[in-house]
């Protein structure tokens, strides 16, 4: 597995936003990185040094959430003033506004083919759009609260959404049916106690991570259902997370100020990062995972290197891992982690055993 070379660094500094960050994202090739403000701004920031920022304006209230299609060529963003715009994000920044919802857009996420994306809302909505055709295809609207967050599924088939009713919803999308409920009365660990401040799926698409207001963060199998971990490592909130590509990772910021690196599969903190001055309320890894990009209520983006052992990492990039079933608090491997492990040496013996009888037959006249 790949674990970190040196300590993540602090590798550039942005300003430019006029009030608190609250949304980051990489396009695919980290060339650029993207941010929405309180201050009504995106930010199209140029990773190369030297390089002028774009700064869009046309929402009339603040900007929540930001992402880029997956081929890079559309930028989408959410705001307080109900809309969603779709960005060229080059030096003219043209755009087209989408009168999305009857309330504040919390967040928008491309599917992976770039020909939908998804967005969640105040008016307790989830609603999925055609992107080229530029029209609202259906709701979900299922929530009984705001709806803070909703993610395509890696392989677009499900959407997953995150709720102040104190859920997390999972839905079908061709049947556009909830197919689960995660919530009071989940079975198999501690229940969601608190408003559900956003959710993603791991890139194997097998489970998705939760964070909370009551500070922690919950990773559940959307096959079984059952809860895979459970981390109270913050002092406050936790507004934001970020797998890393190879699922190895999670990326959290919180309230409290921090950022802290999650290793999955032991179960265990890596990492506890302090770079901005209160609230940090957004974070990313960049698609690469080389990079990822943290905003804070300071009026700060902040890019840092990651730096994870580029050799291991494209190892662990061939096949994104689940995380390991771990024992809720302590960081013991629980067993199925041992069964795992025992099922891979039975299945070397039996190709040992297999081997030997083929050179028998060989070497029998």
């Known amino acids: 597995m790949a674990l970190p070379q040196e300590d993540p660094s602090l590798e550039r500094h942005f300003k430019g936003h006029r009030d608190a960050v609250t949304c980051v994202d990489f396009s695919i090739k980290t060339k650029q990185l993207a941010s929405g403000s309180m201050d009504s701004c995106l930010m199209v920031w140029h990773m190369k040094p030297q390089s002028r920022a774009y700064r869009f304006t046309g929402h009339k209230d603040a900007v929540t959430c930001v992402n880029f299609s997956p081929s890079g060529h559309l930028l989408a963003s959410g705001s307080r003033d109900k809309t969603v715009r779709l960005w060229v994000p080059n030096v003219k920044g ?137 981390y109270q490592l913050h002092s406050a909130a936790v507004n934001a997370l970020s797998f890393h590509p190879s699922g190895s990772y999670l990326i959290t910021a919180s309230s409290d100020s921090t950022l802290k690196i999650l290793d999955l599969m032991e179960g265990r903190l890596l990492y506890t990062l302090h770079g901005h001055q209160g609230p940090a309320t957004t974070v990313a890894f960049s698609r690469t995972g080389e990079y990822f990009a943290s905003g804070g209520s300071d009026e700060q983006v902040m890019v840092w290197k990651s730096n994870f052992d580029a050799v291991d990492h494209g190892e662990v990039m061939k096949v994104p891992r689940p995380p390991a079933t771990l024992a809720s608090s302590a960081g013991n491997l629980t067993v199925s982690i041992l069964e795992q492990r025992l099922t891979l040496t039975e299945d070397k013996l039996k190709q040992c055993l297999e081997n030997q009888q083929l050179i028998m037959q060989r070497t029998t006249p």
């Open 94 to 230: 043209e755009s087209t506004s989408f009168r999305a919802h009857t309330a504040t857009v919390r967040s928008v996420h491309f599917c992976s083919d770039g020909q939908s994306f998804v967005t969640a809302s105040d008016d307790k909505t989830v609603k999925v759009w055609s992107t080229h055709r530029q029209k609202f295809l259906f709701s979900l609207s299922q929530h009984i609260n705001w709806v803070r967050c909703a993610k395509f599924s890696p392989d677009g088939r499900l959407i997953v959404s995150a709720s102040d009713d104190k859920t997390v919803k999972l839905w079908d999308k061709s049947s556009r049916e909830c197919v689960h409920s995660y919530c009071e009365h989940v079975h198999g660990g501690p229940c969601l106690s608190s408003f559900v401040t956003y959710v993603d799926f791991h890139p194997s698409g097998t489970c998705i991570a939760a964070a909370g207001m009551d500070n922690t963060v919950k990773v559940w199998d959307v096959r079984t259902h059952r809860l895979l971990q459970h």
